[in-house]
């Protein structure tokens, strides 16, 4: 019988796909959608867990690196399972500059979606998405979820987007 993770990888969105439409909070007060996003590159990171190291690791170097993403005139989104009261005391304790969306109600939701929503353990695998203007996915990976993935594949897909597209960063 196959484990979870491998379940996950062999079930993540590819590249080709449209990207699934959510409804997700930002604040306690205010949703985000994907299409709310259109009209530019979009890197959803799906991460396990606010407050956990790895995904610390991994949220602060997206945040150190927003102007390189900034330079593709790309947004980045975090998503998890927690609540948004969670995400808002992490995001402030962090100092992180773009949004965290909780995929709290129904739980995972949205995780479940692209493909990413681990069942045993009830939370999101780590995964990226680059998806273009359109909304369509250009580019997906599910790491380990113990191993921070880092960032270069991320900026290899907006660069190959921004190739494709013809656009200038």
Not at 94 to 123: I, M, N, T, W
Request: proline share 8%.
């Amino acid at each position: 019988m196959p484990t979870e993770p491998t379940n996950a990888a062999s079930r993540i969105l590819p590249a080709g796909e449209r990207a699934p439409e959510f409804c997700l909070h930002s604040t306690p007060d205010q949703t985000v959608t994907c299409g709310d996003f259109l009209g530019r590159p979009l890197v959803l990171v799906f991460y396990p867990a606010d407050w956990s190291p790895v995904c610390g690791d991994q949220l602060a170097l997206y945040n150190e690196l927003l102007p390189e993403f900034q330079k593709y005139d790309a947004q980045i989104v975090g998503i998890s399972v927690d609540g948004i009261w969670c995400h808002l005391a992490y995001a402030e304790q962090r100092k992180l500059h773009f949004p965290l969306l909780s995929d709290f109600q129904p739980k995972g939701a949205v995780a479940e979606a692209f493909g990413v929503y681990r069942e045993g353990e009830g939370v999101s695998g780590r995964a990226l998405f680059v998806i273009d203007a359109e909304g369509i996915i250009r580019w997906s990976y599910l790491s380990p979820v113990g191993v921070n993935p880092g960032a270069d594949g991320i900026l290899r897909a907006l660069e190959q987007l921004t190739i494709s597209t013809g656009a200038h960063s």
